[in-house]
T-cell receptor
Framework: AQKVTQAQTEISVVEKEDVTLDCVYETRDTTYYLFWYKQPPSGELVFLIRRNSFDEQNEISGRYSWNFQKSTSSFNFTITASQVVDSAVYFCALSGQNSGYSTLTFGKGTMLLVSP | ETGVTQTPRHLVMGMTNKKSLKCEQHLGHNAMYWYKQSAKKPLELMFVYNFKEQTENNSVPSRFSPECPNSSHLFLHLHTLQPEDSALYLC??????????????FGEGSWLTVV
């Protein structure tokens, strides 16, 4: 069975602070994919990144960076110099080789509140 | 602008009503999904369609009835719902249902309140 744990329910920071959102996953698949989605108050889940299990290189996209560590089954997400517009719920998700299709197992999400 | 559009965005219905949620994807994808998001719960997969064929029904009660007339459109027909069915219903699509890790793209969701 697959499982995604986002232990941080809610994080509050002040604008310009750096913040890291944690994601720990469990899977028996040897090939799998990890995702991060952002959900602003409007409701839409916005795709941020997809990473496959064979690629452990960290990735940076503007103020966003992701740290994938297979040894600890973690795929953490860091926002540098946070902004008010970053306020949202962030979901980590996992799609496994043996699931048979592109379905996702989601964590419970981390609500990020960035205040001015 | 999202490639997956859902209507209506908000719906309030009584327990004896019949209503439908509509989803349309403009991405040329072959697979479409319904997810349910309740307060304080992880997103739950409800149904999966691939090339108009239902490939998964995740133990969803029969008061939820999906319909997929073509690869671009997906409906969720609602009948005799319960207040606990109040949630955000998210439609999504992906290129296919293979195990290659296709990215799933979501719509903005339909907020449903059952009174």
């Amino acid at each position: 069975a697959q499982k995604v744990t986002q232990a941080q329910t809610e994080i509050s920071v002040v604008e310009k602070e750096d913040v890291t959102l944690d994601c720990v996953y469990e899977t028996r698949d040897t090939t799998y994919y990890l995702f991060w989605y952002k959900q602003p108050p409007s409701g839409e889940l916005v795709f941020l990144i997809r990473r496959n299990s064979f690629d452990e290189q960290n990735e940076i996209s503007g103020r966003y960076s992701w740290n994938f560590q297979k040894s600890t089954s973690s795929f953490n997400f860091t926002i540098t110099a946070s902004q008010v517009v970053d306020s949202a719920v962030y979901f980590c998700a996992l799609s496994g080789q043996n699931s048979g299709y592109s379905t996702l197992t989601f964590g419970k999400g981390t609500m990020l509140l960035v205040s001015p | 602008e999202t490639g997956v559009t859902q209507t209506p965005r908000h719906l309030v219905m009584g327990m004896t009503n019949k209503k439908s949620l509509k989803c349309e994807q403009h991405l040329g994808h072959n697979a479409m999904y319904w997810y349910k998001q309740s307060a304080k719960k992880p997103l739950e997969l409800m149904f999966v369609y691939n090339f108009k064929e239902q490939t998964e029904n995740n133990s969803v009660p029969s008061r939820f009835s999906p319909e997929c007339p073509n690869s671009s459109h997906l409906f969720l027909h609602l009948h005799t719902l319960q207040p606990e069915d109040s949630a955000l219903y998210l439609c999504a699509s992906s290129q296919g249902k293979t195990v290659s890790g296709n990215t799933i793209y979501f719509g903005e969701g339909s907020w449903l309140t059952v009174v």
